[in-house]
């Protein structure tokens, strides 16, 4: 109940390709879906959020998808670069305490 | 800039001796936490304060303790650490405990030797 699960766990794509990274949930008293990109040796940066009473938000070049009756979300990275590889992990804040629940992660690569 | 500040940044202690790592913010954010994050996982949230209220995750190991003696400062005291605490640790903040983005620091590398 408390799990958000990640998919895949590693993506390969070409320089300008789109990178899709998918997160399912079950909880429903998550209320806020963010995600983070962390670099080696680094802490995760937030990269944007979203909550479950907006369907997509765009910033750039990344795109959150939510569809709540199915309880998932996905993260899109249109024109992929070789700078966007790293770790990407899929986040749900609960309603009442703000705990954070991390998908598994997914190691981007981009090849140029 | 950086906002969450961590120290040390790379950390070697015995398996047994105790060790302290610190952070500190700028943001002037209410909410502190903890995580451990070991090779290849996602973060794993250890406790957090808000304000000076603490609040333990059930599956803290006994031997991680925390101080937060005021705002801008927290620390992360190991007591007697184990082969399996070598780890990158985490320090996170918010303005709220409720739908609010973490910013974390770089994190301190832990290895116990």
């Known amino acids: 109940q408390q799990q958000v699960k990640q998919s895949p766990q590693s993506l390969i794509v070409q320089k300008g390709g789109i990178s899709i990274i998918n997160c399912a949930y079950e909880?429903?008293?998550?209320?806020?879906f963010p995600w983070y990109q962390q670099f080696p040796g680094k802490g995760p940066a937030l990269l944007i959020a979203?909550?479950?009473?907006?369907s997509e938000k765009k910033e750039g070049r990344f795109t959150i998808s939510f569809n709540k009756s199915a309880k998932q979300f996905s993260l899109h990275i249109m024109d992929s670069q070789p700078g966007d590889s790293a770790t990407y992990f899929c986040?749900?804040?609960?309603?009442?305490?703000?705990?954070?629940?991390f998908g598994q992660g997914t190691t981007l690569q981009v090849k140029p | 800039d950086a906002m969450v500040i961590q120290n040390p940044r790379y950390q070697v202690t015995q398996f047994g001796k105790p060790v302290t790592l610190s952070c500190s913010q700028t943001l002037n954010h209410n909410v502190m936490y903890w995580y451990q994050q070991k090779s290849s996982q996602a973060p794993k949230l250890l406790f957090h304060?808000?304000?000076?209220?603490?609040?333990n995750e059930a599956d803290t190991p006994d031997n991680f303790q925390s101080r937060r003696p005021n705002t801008s400062f927290c620390f992360l005291d190991i007591r007697s650490p184990g082969l399996g605490d070598t780890a990158m640790y985490l320090c996170?903040?918010?303005?709220?405990?409720?739908?609010?983005?973490?910013?974390f620091g770089d994190g301190t590398r832990l290895s116990i030797l």
């Open positions: 979203i909550r479950p009473d907006v």
């Open positions: 304060y808000y304000d000076k209220d603490f609040n």
């Open positions: 986040a749900a804040s609960f309603r009442n305490t703000g705990k954070l629940i």
């Open positions: 909880n429903t008293a998550f209320d806020y």
């Open positions: 996170a903040t918010s303005r709220e405990n409720q739908g609010q983005p973490q910013h």
